[in-house]
Structure formats: structure tokens, C-alpha cells
T-cell receptor, first 116, second 110 residues
């Protein structure tokens, strides 16, 4: 199994450009999420999904869209990039949602995004 | 909303010294997880604690969950350079959200 994969690994955008960060998992996990990591801020939840066709907002959703048309894929779209979105983005998946007992979050390798 | 704080933010130890990081939640947690992130890497799951007062060990790492289930700690005995990284705790919040602590960055020198 490849686990959780993310593409691209690195990306530089100009302010106002849009792009999609890809995330895929081959573990048949129902729960997937996107985090951003900034120095001194830990991991902040952007959006999450509890299954195909179901998504919801996390702590910092503004400027990002998600969709979950299949169990495997959970892309994150930046609508109009801003310098404040310069960050490292991690996708994660787990078999169960955080509230449903024992689970383990598997993280992808991350995408390092710079917006100039 | 739920907040999960960790202290210290950063600790620098000599190899062989012990290290402890503390995690405090503003709300009672049904469970708590710990992750380790090596420099330049991604978070990797270490352990989950569920019961009040639970203590679990993984070699030199000892994890505790407080009696009130609002705090937790990770203690590393006799640190090694391989322990370098940032340690995060995380707890379930409202709906299906998982809230991560701010992390403790550990630096170990010879």
C-alpha cells in the first residue's frame, strides 16, 4: 500500500492564482482531513470529510474548498491564493472519525506552498 | 472552541537527559493521541490513551492521561539524538474534528 500520497511536494504561486492540492489514500479510510502547519501554530484543521460526498469545515476554512467524490481522493482547492496561505499542507486519513473510538491518523508527506 | 495547549514550546537537552512535554485541554477528552514529527517530515502516530489515569510505555517513552482526562504528558528517559523532533498531542473536539496541540520541539545534542 502507498498509504497517503500528496502532490505536488512543492509549489510556488502568485497572488490570485488558483490551484488544487491532490490527496489520495489506498487504505479504504472513511475519514480524511486537511491541515496547514505554520511555525509556532501547530496543525490547524482546514476541512475534513467523514465519507464520500460528506465534507465539513474545520478551524481555518476560508479561502479553501474541498470535495469528496470517492473514498480514495480528497483534493483541496485554493480559490485565489494569498501570501497568508504560504504554509505546509498535510492531508491525513483514518479508519474512523476522531469521536468513534480507537483510530490512527496517517499523514501524507505534505505540500510546501509559497505564495508570492 | 476547544483549545489544546502544550508546554514547553521548545526544549534543548543533552543526550542522556530526560524530557517531558505536557498537554492541557480546555475540555474533557474522550481520548488523546500523541504524534512525533521529525524535522522536514510529517506527523507519525505514536499512541492513543483512552482511560482516566492510563499509563502506557513504549521503550523509553512513557505516556500518561490525567485522572480528569483534561491533561496528558509524554516523558522520554535518557534522550537520544533520534528523539529529535516535534511532539504533538491531539484530542477529539466537536463534530468529527481533531484538535492538535501547539507542539513541543525537542533538540538533543551530544
Amino acid at each position: 500500500n502507498a498509504g497517503v500520497t500528496q502532490t505536488p511536494k512543492f509549489q510556488v504561486l502568485k497572488t490570485g492564482q488558483s490551484m488544487t492540492l491532490q490527496c489520495a489514500q489506498d487504505m479504504n479510510h472513511e475519514y480524511m482531513s486537511w491541515y496547514r502547519q505554520d511555525p509556532g501554530m501547530g496543525l490547524r484543521l482546514i476541512h475534513y470529510s467523514v465519507g464520500a460526498g460528506i465534507t465539513d469545515q474545520g478551524e481555518v476554512p476560508n479561502g479553501y474548498n474541498v470535495s469528496r467524490s470517492t473514498t480514495e481522493d480528497f483534493p483541496l482547492r485554493l480559490l485565489s491564493a494569498a501570501p497568508s496561505q504560504t504554509s505546509v499542507y498535510f492531508c491525513a486519513s483514518s479508519y474512523r472519525t476522531p469521536q468513534r473510538g480507537s483510530y490512527e491518523q496517517y499523514f501524507g508527506p505534505g505540500t510546501r506552498l509559497t505564495v508570492t | 472552541g476547544q483549545q489544546v495547549m502544550q508546554i514547553p514550546q521548545y526544549q534543548h537537552v543533552q543526550e542522556g537527559e530526560d524530557f517531558t512535554t505536557y498537554c492541557n485541554s480546555s475540555t474533557t477528552l474522550s481520548n488523546i493521541q500523541w504524534y512525533k514529527q521529525r524535522p522536514g517530515g510529517h506527523p507519525v502516530f505514536l499512541i492513543q490513551l483512552v482511560k482516566s489515569g492510563e499509563v502506557k510505555k513504549q521503550k523509553r517513552l512513557t505516556f500518561q492521561f490525567g485522572e480528569a482526562k483534561k491533561n496528558s504528558s509524554l516523558h522520554i528517559t535518557a534522550t537520544q539524538t533520534t528523539d529529535v523532533g516535534t511532539y504533538f498531542c491531539a484530542g477529539p473536539g466537536t463534530a468529527s474534528k481533531l484538535t492538535f496541540g501547539t507542539g513541543t520541539r525537542l533538540q538533543v545534542t551530544l
